[in-house]
Nanobody, 123 residues
Framework: QVQLVESGGGLVQAGGSLRLSCAAS????????MGWFRQAPGKEREFVAT????????YYADSVKGRFTISRDNAKKTVYLQMNSLKPEDTAVYSC????????????????WGQGTQVTVSS
């Protein structure tokens, strides 16, 4: 069982930065691939970034590539999403998720979810 709690969201101006954190409980955190997803009002949940259990493999949605960086610290049981050059279209609730096995981009592949943190980017 893994419980996930996100933090770090907030209101930021376009061009600004935020760093989201996702703290996990459970002894097997290091065996899970992790992902960040987001959902804007009236839209479906979409993939943002994913990282392998070791941190050696990452993958990003085209919309955030070059602006966002996913990382993890297994000793701290935490995964991060550094978001730079934020745009108004990045406004959404951001959620982290954990899955067994390899990285993935489909929400249905993930076993555990946090409740999310709101990110709002003003123009």
């Amino acid at each position: 069982q893994v419980q996930l709690v996100e933090s770090g969201g907030g209101l930021v101006q376009a061009g600004g930065s935020l760093r989201l954190s996702c703290a996990a409980s459970g002894r097997t955190f290091s065996s899970y691939a992790m992902g960040w997803f987001r959902q804007a009002p009236g839209k479906e949940r979409e993939f943002v970034a994913t990282i392998s259990w070791s941190g050696g493999s990452t993958y990003y949605a085209d919309s955030v590539k070059g602006r966002f960086t996913i990382s993890r610290d297994n000793a701290k049981k935490t995964v991060y999403l550094q978001m730079n050059s934020l745009k108004p279209e990045d406004t959404a609730v951001y959620s982290c998720a954990a899955k067994r096995g390899v990285t993935g981009t489909v929400p249905g592949e993930y076993d555990y979810w946090g409740q999310g943190t709101q990110v709002t980017v003003s123009s």
